[in-house]
């Protein structure tokens, strides 16, 4: 991409490569990274050797994230010694972690900035072209990027991230989040209901609202004397069209409303899962995790979600092997999985995180062995618990909004339902972005296999 400038001269852009790491908060960051990148003349490539500046967007939820980072930066040092003049950036979680370690033991590298920076990028990329290295990792207690109109990566211009909040109050004992992303902030609901409206209109069919916690949002308007909260959030977005599904991530089981489930059941256009981590089934493994709530009141969450969303696929995230976690605590989340009847799962060690509560005060004392065995336990009874969530969708009619070609076959589509599983089916004459009414008739570990049943 060229642009001319008022001599007539041709300009070249530079050419800005990304790669991203992590959760769902860091591609919706990336696609801020680019659009203030791109309002200053710079374009995105897809092929890391063309590129004039490589931006790697951290992780640091857990030691192996960040592995695989410095493992990247080898690659990119390879790079470099045949290109000196790329610039390479470690923008995200790690920058405000790592600072010191990135810029004086990874020679490479030119540019560290936090997650509440980006606005600064273009001058910080100045500060490197003048020759010197360029950091800012201060985190804010107002940055939301709410005014700025993220440039989408994704492939199938189907469906979207819209971040509603950044950063977390929480503090639990094992989670780096809090260090790295700042203090919790909501982001003007004016600006998100924008951002929705427009990517409708540009042909989007679902959109996927996301926080670490999106039941603590809250948008106070001092000067009207009003506040929304996320239930009245998630009314307003799905009242933009029928035709455009609504997803969130993610909730906390001791924030989450019944107010939030009933807006769920009245719009059949807000997708019916929710993800509801749990973290352990052990009241006394939660107390020292300090999530603010107990077993208990987990189960009667479920039990909520049950009772006002009788269809609601519920998904979670679980942790073995936290400090002190016993063979009993371990069988206590087993159970509550079974219990719960989870129709997926995201499971992992534990994993030291430096500077937070538990590296300080808990010792992480589970042996490895012990973790990768407790793990793969959880995981072995996830695999049946998702096979039998599956085996129960045999001979149902889900509406399922296409998303692309299966990579299994061309002659199948895939999308996924309400419930956030993925169906496969014939293509025949649908497009993506299509809405088709699927019948279940077989099912994978991973994927329903559907047939079509009446066009919506
Ligand atoms: N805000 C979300 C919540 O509270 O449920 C989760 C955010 S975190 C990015 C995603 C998941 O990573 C957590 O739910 C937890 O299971 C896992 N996680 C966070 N810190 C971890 C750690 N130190 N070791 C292992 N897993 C961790
Ligand atoms: Fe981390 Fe807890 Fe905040 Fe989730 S709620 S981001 S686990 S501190």
Request: one cysteine or more; glycine letters at 4%.
């Amino acid at each position: 991409m060229a642009n001319q400038n008022n001599t007539n001269q041709k300009v070249i852009s530079p050419k800005l490569y990304i790669e991203t790491y992590g959760c769902q908060m860091n591609i919706a960051d990336s696609e801020v990274v680019v659009s203030v990148l791109q309002d200053k003349g710079y374009s995105v490539t897809e092929d890391i050797n063309n590129a004039d500046i490589i931006l790697i967007n951290t992780c640091s939820i857990r030691e192996n994230a960040e592995q695989r980072v410095w493992g990247r930066l080898d690659v990119f040092k390879q790079i470099k010694k045949k290109n000196p003049a790329v610039k390479v950036g470690i923008i995200g979680c790690m920058a405000e972690r790592l600072k010191e370690k990135l810029l004086e033991e990874e020679k490479i590298v030119d540019l560290v900035v936090g997650p509440d920076a980006y606005r600064e990028l273009p001058s910080l990329l100045e500060e490197v072209d003048s020759g010197q290295k360029a950091v800012n990792v201060i985190l804010s207690k107002e940055e939301t990027y709410a005014d700025i109109n993220p440039v989408r990566l994704d492939k199938n211009r189907i469906s979207a991230f819209i971040s509603i909040m950044r950063g977390c109050n929480n503090m639990c004992s094992y989670c780096i989040v809090p260090y790295v992303r700042g203090a919790e902030r909501s982001r003007d609901p004016k600006t998100i209901l924008n951002e929705a409206n427009d990517l409708f209109q540009k042909g989007y069919k679902e959109i996927t609202l996301i926080g670490q916690n999106v039941d603590s949002y809250l948008w106070q308007d001092e000067e009207h004397h009003k506040s929304v909260s996320f239930a009245q959030l998630l009314e307003s977005v799905a009242k933009i069209s029928q035709d455009l599904r609504i997803r969130f991530s993610t909730s906390h089981p001791k924030d989450m409303s019944d107010e939030v489930l009933y807006v769920m059941a009245m719009y059949n256009n807000i997708c019916n899962h929710i993800h509801l981590p749990a973290q352990s089934g052990s009241t006394r493994i939660l107390e020292k995790m300090k999530r603010g709530y107990t077993r208990e009141w987990y189960l009667d969450r479920i039990k909520a979600i049950k009772r006002i969303l009788p269809d609601c696929a519920i998904t979670t995230d679980l942790m073995t092997g936290f400090p002190g976690e016993t063979e009993e605590d371990h069988q206590e989340t087993l159970r509550l999985m079974k219990e719960v009847n989870y129709d997926l799962a995201f499971m992992f060690k534990y994993s030291e995180r430096p500077g937070t509560y538990a590296a300080r005060h808990l010792k992480d004392d589970v042996k490895e062995s012990e973790k990768t065995r407790r793990l793969t336990e959880i995981i072995d009874l996830q695999n049946k618990l998702s096979e039998k969530s599956k085996r129960e969708d045999l001979g149902k009619v889900f509406e399922v909004l296409v998303e692309g070609i299966s990579k299994k076959s061309k002659d199948h589509f895939f999308g996924r339902n309400s419930q956030n599983k993925v169906v496969v089916f014939p293509r025949l004459n649908y497009k993506v972005g299509d809405y088709v009414e699927v019948e279940i008739i077989d099912c994978t570990s991973a994927t329903l296999i559907g047939e079509v049943a009446t066009k919506h």
